[in-house]
């Protein structure tokens, strides 16, 4: 198998050869470009230089052939006195000047030239002034005088002076276009060994481009076939597949099919190609806008892999319900989608027939075991006598197994209840220490069996809202386990301790905790740590998950902390109960539901995590509060007592008021709502019951986190760092120990509220206010929470006075939040 890793580089590899090799073949070329036209022009040039000194040559002799032609002529003019002899003599002398002039010009660059010019004019000019004075002897009848002069020789040496220099000038003209002769040559071989050079390189080059090409053709061969055979093992992978398998593009259009899809819907692959999904799928749009988009998902869910149960259609038009799985599938035209569906119809008929078992279950087997278990505790009991011992035993062992039987068959009933909704919450304020108090006292009389001693420490109230005999089941199913694990003589502790935003119940145990292994897979249905742990120690290993499923009913959590080999610790966080209408720190959200319990689960959930609510019960309701615009997003029923939700979002979107409020769905009829609000912007559908971490994720996603930036000033490094850790969660700190650290702070950034001490190093904390009322007119809440007391004069200058000794640092934490959602309500 080729790695699909390496083939990119591999091609990179390749090209950067291929470009490489095409840039060395240019520069060859282009070299060899460059030598051969510095040859060509180097051979002009040489054949320019050799006619110039060839001219030149031959205008220094012809200076020296119009002298001996003059001098022709005035010999015979002298002698004869025939004046047609002067003829050649005038027009030798009339053309020596212009012959002198330009051979100067052409030595002009040269100084020995320029020297040897200057002594050949000079002699000229001596031969021909001896000349014309013969002449104009002769002219004048002094025939002997002129033959006197010319017999003394002195033209003759004239004559001979001017050959020496003529012969010299042309020896020098000569040898110098013999030196540019060299050059030429000497260039001339040089280009033949580099133009040899450039063929030799680019016959290599050219092999090895050659020899590139070759790799490449049949590596991209191999590839290809290796590329074939693997589409043909995909196919029959995908074929093979009893699911449906589908690729869609981003726009919702199917792009394949595999077998067992063509044979789901009845369609093939050819005829589906190109369709939108909506052929097969009741998605939303009906083609218009991103498969996504109308899908109610996020480009970014497809990393993690969405799953929605939805309804599809075969040829004929029939339905049947299916789960769609989405994964991404990158490519370089987009984000494409691949979806896997599985035909879910068994599945539903297995769940009808599983309640109708359980509903047989829950009568048929309850009634009579509820007799017999009865009836065992009245003799066992002595309501029909003494009975004999051996006698009592066997009624004592009959009891407990029946009473066994009875808690596994309310414990599967119980399981069956919670994933199907079908438990009713009786929601009240109520005291999680009083939950406690009361769990400890119904799990006293088996603990003491045990040896185990069971211990509440004391502490402050912690109001939770909830149903008290879930939570009291909750909480036995904690403290029962602890005993059954703690060694005889040991003890349980448990812990109710408020915190900023939650009520925190703690049981902790002498145990030998809890193993690695388990702890993934312990409030999983039917989890034992030890396959012996059933039978040496009882249970059916499904009180973990009922408890765990109703701490997430009542919008809280079930959670363990354990160290193998030194016991566990438990721990049960409710949402804080208030009267007080907390403002929220994260943001506010609208909740329409008609169900009271189900609502006040949901707001609860949702304080946890520092968002405030409000809940209306009819669509009339949430459309006039979702008008005053101060929601960041909306969670909708489908099913209202005057209108359906669909109805209501409808109406959502087409007013302009609050057409940009984000909606999730969250409902126990989502596929019959999503059927009919195909095209509604909806962040998401949940069916109920929601997934607490799916609610979470789609909320956070919506960026409404508007977490108040506090400024806390106190010269007590302790109390900066409890308060940041009490309050971190939902505020972002600036802590703060001195005035002038506070000023700092406040030219940096200006706060949302400010936390004052009144004692500190450099001055007293009100020395602060004045600088918390900026000149723009805008005011920042301050709350004093001092361990000095303070006057009511002074008092009123400040938005709270909190006392450290008496308030705790969940009272401060509701103060800020209080403060700060205010506060920005009041904003513009």
Same mark, same amino acid.
């Given at each position: 198998?080729?790695?699909?890793?390496?083939?990119?580089?591999?091609?990179?590899?390749?090209?950067?050869?291929?470009?490489?090799?095409?840039?060395?073949?240019?520069?060859?070329?282009?070299?060899?470009?460059?030598?051969?036209?510095?040859?060509?022009?180097?051979?002009?040039?040489?054949?320019?230089?050799?006619?110039?000194?060839?001219?030149?040559?031959?205008?220094?002799?012809?200076?020296?052939?119009?002298?001996?032609?003059?001098?022709?002529?005035?010999?015979?003019?002298?002698?004869?006195?025939?004046?047609?002899?002067?003829?050649?003599?005038?027009?030798?002398?009339?053309?020596?000047?212009?012959?002198?002039?330009?051979? =100067?010009?052409?030595?002009?660059?040269?100084?020995?030239?320029?020297?040897?010019?200057?002594?050949?004019?000079?002699?000229?000019?001596?031969?021909?002034?001896?000349? =014309?004075?013969?002449?104009?002897?002769?002219?004048?009848?002094?025939?002997?005088?002129?033959?006197?002069?010319?017999?003394?020789?002195?033209? $003759?040496?004239?004559?001979?002076?001017?050959?020496?220099?003529?012969?010299?000038?042309?020896?020098?003209?000569?040898?110098?276009?013999?030196?540019?002769?060299?050059?030429?040559?000497?260039?001339?071989?040089?280009?033949?060994?580099?133009?040899?050079?450039?063929?030799?390189?680019?016959?290599?080059?050219?092999?090895?481009?050659?020899?590139?090409?070759?790799?490449?053709?049949?590596?991209?061969?191999?590839?290809?076939? $290796?590329? $074939?055979?693997?589409?043909?093992?995909?196919?029959?992978?995908?074929?093979?597949?009893?699911?449906?398998?589908?690729?869609?593009?981003?726009?919702?259009?199917?792009?394949?099919?595999?077998? @067992?899809?063509?044979?789901?819907?009845?369609?093939?692959?050819?005829?589906?190609?190109?369709?939108?999904?909506?052929?097969?799928?009741?998605?939303?749009?009906?083609?218009?806008?991103?498969?996504?988009?109308?899908?109610?998902?996020?480009?970014?869910?497809?990393?993690?892999?969405?799953?929605?149960?939805?309804?599809?259609?075969?040829?004929?038009?029939?339905?049947?319900?299916?789960?769609?799985?989405?994964?991404?599938?990158?490519?370089?035209?987009?984000?494409?989608?691949?979806?896997?569906?599985?035909?879910?119809?068994?599945?539903?008929?297995?769940?009808?027939?599983?309640?109708?078992?359980?509903?047989?279950?829950?009568?048929?087997?309850?009634?009579?075991?509820?007799?017999?278990?009865?009836?065992?505790?009245?003799?066992?009991?002595?309501?029909?006598?003494?009975?004999?011992?051996?006698?009592?035993?066997?009624?004592?062992?009959?009891?407990?197994?029946?009473?066994?039987?009875?808690?596994?068959?309310?414990?599967?009933?119980?399981?069956?209840?919670?994933?199907?909704?079908?438990?009713?919450?009786?929601?009240?304020?109520?005291?999680?220490?009083?939950?406690?108090?009361?769990?400890?006292?119904?799990?006293?009389?088996?603990?003491?069996?045990?040896?185990?001693?069971?211990?509440?420490?004391?502490?402050?109230? @912690?109001?939770?809202?909830?149903?008290?005999?879930?939570?009291?089941?909750?909480?036995?199913?904690?403290?029962?386990?602890?005993?059954?694990?703690?060694?005889?003589?040991?003890?349980?502790?448990?812990?109710?301790?408020?915190?900023?935003?939650?009520?925190?119940?703690?049981?902790?145990?002498?145990?030998?905790?809890?193993?690695?292994?388990?702890?993934?897979?312990?409030?999983?249905?039917?989890?034992?740590?030890?396959?012996?742990?059933?039978? @040496?120690?009882?249970?059916?290993?499904?009180?973990?998950?009922?408890?765990?499923?109703?701490?997430?009913?009542?919008?809280?959590?079930?959670?363990?902390?354990?160290?193998?080999?030194?016991?566990?610790?438990?721990?049960?966080?409710?949402?804080?109960?208030?009267?007080?209408?907390?403002?929220?720190?994260?943001?506010?959200?609208?909740?329409?539901?008609?169900?009271?319990?189900?609502?006040?689960?949901?707001?609860?959930?949702?304080?946890?995590?520092?968002?405030?609510?409000?809940?209306?019960?009819?669509?009339?309701?949430?459309?006039?509060?979702?008008?005053?615009?101060?929601?960041?997003?909306?969670?909708?029923?489908?099913?209202?007592?005057?209108?359906?939700?669909?109805?209501?979002?409808?109406?959502?979107?087409?007013?302009?008021?609050?057409?940009?409020?984000?909606?999730?769905?969250?409902?126990?009829?989502?596929?019959?709502?999503?059927?009919?609000?195909?095209?509604?912007?909806?962040?998401?559908?949940?069916?109920?019951?929601?997934?607490?971490?799916?609610?979470?994720?789609?909320?956070?996603?919506?960026?409404?986190?508007?977490?108040?930036?506090?400024?806390?000033?106190?010269?007590?490094?302790?109390?900066?760092?409890?308060?940041?850790?009490?309050?971190?969660?939902?505020?972002?700190?600036?802590?703060?120990?001195?005035?002038?650290? @506070?000023?700092?702070?406040?030219?940096?950034?200006?706060?949302?509220?400010?936390?004052?001490?009144?004692?500190?190093?450099?001055?007293?904390?009100?020395?602060?206010?004045?600088?918390?009322?900026?000149?723009?007119?805008?005011?920042?809440?301050?709350?004093?929470?001092?361990?000095? =007391?303070?006057?009511?004069?002074?008092?009123?200058?400040?938005?709270?006075?909190?006392?450290?000794?008496?308030?705790?640092?969940?009272?401060?934490?509701?103060?800020?939040?209080?403060?700060?959602?205010?506060? $920005?309500?009041?904003?513009?």
């Amino acid at each position: 198998m080729f790695s699909s890793a390496s083939n990119p580089s591999r091609a990179r590899r390749y090209r950067r050869t291929f470009i490489f090799a095409a840039l060395v073949l240019l520069a060859l070329l282009a070299t060899a470009a460059f030598e051969l036209r510095r040859e060509f022009d180097g051979a002009a040039q040489l054949r320019t230089e050799v006619a110039a000194s060839h001219d030149t040559r031959s205008r220094i002799q012809s200076v020296f052939s119009l002298l001996q032609d003059a001098e022709t002529g005035q010999r015979g003019f002298i002698i004869t006195g025939d004046e047609r002899f002067l003829e050649p003599y005038d027009r030798a002398l009339s053309g020596i000047d212009p012959a002198l002039a330009e051979l =100067e010009r052409r030595a002009a660059g040269n100084a020995v030239q320029t020297e040897d010019m200057r002594r050949l004019r000079s002699l000229v000019a001596q031969k021909r002034n001896t000349m =014309e004075r013969t002449v104009d002897l002769r002219m004048a009848g002094d025939a002997q005088a002129a033959i006197a002069i010319v017999s003394s020789g002195e033209g $003759k040496l004239a004559m001979d002076s001017i050959r020496e220099v003529v012969d010299r000038m042309i020896r020098r003209e000569a040898a110098s276009l013999d030196r540019l002769s060299h050059r030429s040559e000497s260039r001339t071989r040089l280009t033949e060994l580099v133009m040899a050079g450039l063929l030799v390189l680019l016959g290599l080059t050219i092999a090895v481009v050659g020899v590139l090409i070759w790799r490449f053709v049949a590596t991209r061969t191999a590839l290809t076939e $290796k590329l $074939k055979a693997l589409a043909a093992r995909q196919t029959a992978t995908l074929d093979s597949a009893i699911d449906a398998i589908v690729t869609l593009n981003p726009s919702g259009s199917i792009e394949s099919v595999n077998a @067992a899809g063509e044979s789901m819907f009845g369609w093939s692959s050819g005829e589906l190609t190109r369709r939108d999904v909506t052929v097969i799928i009741d998605v939303a749009g009906n083609g218009e806008g991103g498969f996504l988009a109308r899908l109610g998902a996020s480009q970014g869910a497809l990393d993690g892999g969405v799953v929605r149960e939805l309804t599809a259609r075969r040829r004929d038009g029939s339905t049947f319900p299916v789960d769609v799985a989405l994964g991404a599938m990158d490519l370089p035209t987009g984000r494409h989608v691949v979806a896997v569906i599985r035909d879910i119809s068994e599945r539903r008929r297995v769940e009808s027939m599983k309640d109708a078992f359980v509903s047989t279950v829950s009568h048929e087997l309850r009634t009579p075991l509820t007799s017999i278990a009865g009836s065992l505790g009245l003799l066992a009991g002595g309501a029909a006598g003494a009975l004999p011992e051996k006698a009592a035993r066997l009624v004592w062992i009959a009891h407990a197994n029946s009473q066994r039987l009875v808690r596994l068959i309310n414990d599967i009933l119980d399981v069956e209840k919670l994933e199907s909704g079908k438990v009713d919450f009786q929601m009240e304020p109520l005291d999680l220490r009083d939950v406690a108090q009361r769990s400890i006292e119904g799990v006293k009389g088996y603990a003491d069996q045990l040896n185990v001693a069971l211990t509440l420490t004391p502490g402050e109230a @912690a109001p939770v809202r909830g149903d008290a005999d879930r939570l009291i089941q909750v909480v036995t199913n904690l403290l029962s386990n602890a005993a059954k694990f703690s060694p005889s003589g040991g003890s349980v502790t448990v812990s109710v301790n408020p915190e900023a935003r939650t009520a925190r119940l703690s049981v902790e145990d002498q145990g030998p905790g809890i193993p690695d292994a388990f702890r993934a897979r312990i409030f999983s249905k039917f989890a034992q740590a030890d396959g012996t742990d059933a039978r @040496a120690r009882g249970g059916t290993g499904l009180g973990l998950s009922i408890a765990r499923e109703i701490a997430e009913r009542h919008g809280g959590r079930l959670w363990f902390e354990s160290r193998e080999g030194e016991g566990a610790t438990f721990h049960l966080d409710l949402p804080l109960w208030s009267d007080v209408p907390d403002e929220g720190g994260q943001g506010r959200l609208l909740i329409c539901e008609d169900d009271p319990d189900a609502a006040q689960v949901l707001a609860e959930m949702l304080a946890v995590d520092g968002y405030a609510t409000d809940v209306t019960g009819t669509a009339r309701d949430a459309l006039a509060v979702a008008r005053e615009g101060r929601h960041q997003a909306a969670l909708i029923d489908l099913n209202l007592p005057d209108a359906d939700g669909v109805s209501l979002i409808r109406a959502l979107k087409a007013d302009p008021r609050t057409r940009g409020l984000p909606v999730i769905v969250v409902s126990g009829d989502v596929a019959r709502g999503r059927a009919r609000g195909r095209s509604l912007e909806v962040v998401d559908w949940m069916d109920k019951p929601f997934d607490q971490d799916r609610l979470r994720t789609a909320i956070s996603a919506l960026h409404v986190s508007t977490r108040p930036r506090v400024l806390h000033v106190d010269d007590d490094p302790d109390i900066l760092a409890v308060a940041a850790a009490a309050l971190g969660p939902t505020a972002d700190l600036t802590p703060a120990r001195s005035l002038e650290e @506070a000023r700092a702070s406040l030219a940096r950034e200006r706060p949302d509220l400010v936390i004052l001490d009144l004692g500190l190093p450099d001055g007293h904390g009100l020395d602060l206010l004045p600088e918390l009322s900026p000149p723009d007119g805008g005011t920042i809440p301050v709350v004093v929470y001092s361990a000095q =007391e303070m006057d009511a004069e002074l008092a009123s200058s400040v938005d709270a006075v909190l006392t450290k000794s008496r308030m705790s640092l969940t009272q401060l934490g509701r103060t800020v939040h209080s403060l700060t959602a205010r506060h $920005k309500e009041r904003e513009p």
